[in-house]
C-alpha cells in the first residue's frame, strides 16, 4: 500500500512537471530575452557568406534553445550595402556581412584595409585581422555602433572589363571601371588613369553590359555568382585590394542580449568565420574554373611593381586626410 502511494504521488509529480515544462516550452520565446533577427546579405543563397550566415544564426537559435532566432535576407532584396550600413547603425537590421569598403565612409579605422596593396597575401591578412589591426578596426566599428563578430574572407579583387586584357596602368588609361562605394576607390583608378564610377553591386552586370561602364574589379567569386564574367570577358589578376569582410550586428541589438547571450552570438560569429574561411578557399577554384569553361580570358599581371607605384598618391592623400591612422597603416605595412 505504502508503496503504492508512494508511486501514486510521483506519477502526480511527474504528470505536474511534465505539464510545467511544457508550459514553460511555450512561454520561452515570449521572456524579456527572445527576439527575431533579421539579417542582411547581398550575396545568392549558394555563396560562402551566405553559409556563413546561416550557421550562425543556426548557432544562436541552438545555444539559445530558441529564443533568438533569425531571419536572413540574401540576394541584396533589403537594399544596397551602403544603406544597409546606415540602417545597422540605427538598428533597423540587426546583423549581416558586409565588405570593409563600402564602410570605410562611415568608419574611416575601416579605410585601412582598402589601400590598394595593404596586405602582403591573404594568410598575412588573417593573421592581422585576427590580431592587433582586427582589434583596432572593431573598435573604429563600435563607436559607430557596429559589433564586429567574426572577420570573413573575400580573397582579392582583380580587374575585368569587356574590353582588352590589362598587363599595364596604360591599359587602364580611358577604361571606364565601377569602383564600390568609397572615394579610395575612386582615387585609386583615377591614379592609373581610368574614369571611376561609384555604384551599386546590383547595377553592374547591366551597366557593363549596355556600355555604361566597361568593366569592375572584383574577386573571382563575385565575378562569377553575378555573371559578370558574360558581360566582361577579360580577368586580370592584378590582386589590387584584398578586403576582409565583417559578420557584424548592430550595436542597438548587442546591448539588448544578456551577458551569456552576447557569449553565445561572439562564439558563433568566430565559429562561422573558420567556416566561411574555408569554403572560400573551395569556391575561388570552382568559380574560377566555371568561368574559364564559360569563355573567361585570364591573364596574370607579370609586374605588379607600376601598379603599386601608382598607388603612392593613394596612400600621400590619405595619410595626409586621416594622420591619426598613420600608425595603424604602417603597422600593416611593415608586418612581415
Ligand atoms: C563583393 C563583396 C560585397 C560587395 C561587392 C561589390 O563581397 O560585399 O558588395 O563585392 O563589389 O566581393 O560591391
Redesign the pocket.
Known amino acids: 500500500m505504502r508503496i503504492d502511494k508512494t508511486l501514486s504521488e510521483r506519477v502526480v509529480r511527474f504528470k505536474t512537471s511534465a505539464a510545467l515544462a511544457a508550459l514553460l516550452a511555450v512561454s520561452v520565446p515570449l521572456t524579456a530575452n527572445a527576439a527575431d533577427l533579421r539579417g542582411w546579405n ?2 545568392v543563397v549558394d555563396y560562402p ?1 551566405s553559409h556563413g550566415m546561416e550557421q550562425f544564426a543556426a548557432e544562436v537559435a541552438d545555444k539559445t534553445e530558441g529564443r533568438i532566432t533569425s531571419k536572413i535576407f540574401h540576394g541584396g532584396v533589403l537594399g544596397s ?1 551602403p544603406d544597409a550600413i546606415e540602417q545597422l547603425r540605427l538598428g533597423a537590421l540587426d546583423f549581416g ?3 570593409l ?2 564602410m570605410g565612409q562611415a568608419v574611416p579605422e575601416t579605410n585601412v584595409v582598402s589601400l590598394p596593396f595593404i596586405f602582403k597575401g591573404i594568410d598575412q591578412m588573417y593573421t592581422l585581422m585576427d590580431g592587433e589591426a582586427g582589434a583596432a578596426i572593431g573598435a573604429g566599428l563600435e563607436k559607430k555602433g557596429i559589433v564586429a563578430l567574426g572577420w570573413y574572407d ?1 580573397g582579392a ?1 582583380s580587374f575585368y572589363n569587356s574590353q582588352k586584357p590589362i598587363n599595364t596602368p596604360a591599359d587602364v588609361t580611358g577604361l571606364k571601371v565601377r569602383v ?1 562605394n568609397n572615394d579610395l576607390f575612386v582615387g585609386m583608378v583615377e591614379s592609373l588613369g581610368g574614369n571611376a564610377t561609384p555604384m ?2 546590383a547595377e ?1 552586370f547591366q551597366s557593363i553590359k549596355t556600355g555604361v561602364v566597361d568593366g ?1 574589379e ?2 573571382p ?2 565575378y562569377e555568382s553575378t555573371n559578370h564574367y558574360e558581360v566582361a570577358k577579360y580577368y586580370s589578376i592584378s590582386e589590387h585590394l584584398i578586403i576582409p ?1 565583417c559578420l557584424c550586428m548592430s550595436k542597438k541589438t548587442w546591448d539588448g542580449l544578456s551577458e551569456a547571450d552576447q557569449k553565445i552570438v561572439a562564439e558563433a560569429g568566430r565559429a562561422s568565420a573558420e567556416t566561411q574561411r574555408t569554403l572560400w578557399k573551395a569556391r575561388e577554384t570552382a568559380s574560377m574554373d566555371k568561368v574559364i569553361a564559360g569563355g573567361t580570358v585570364v591573364n596574370q599581371i607579370a609586374d605588379k611593381g607600376p601598379f603599386q607605384d601608382a598607388m603612392a598618391a593613394v596612400y600621400d592623400r590619405f595619410l595626409s586626410d586621416n594622420p591619426d591612422l598613420t600608425d595603424l597603416v604602417n603597422m600593416i605595412r611593415n608586418a612581415e
Open positions: 547581398i550575396h557568406v550595402q556581412v558586409f565588405s569598403g563600402p573575400a579583387r564600390m551599386a553591386f553592374v569592375a572584383n574577386n567569386p563575385s569582410e
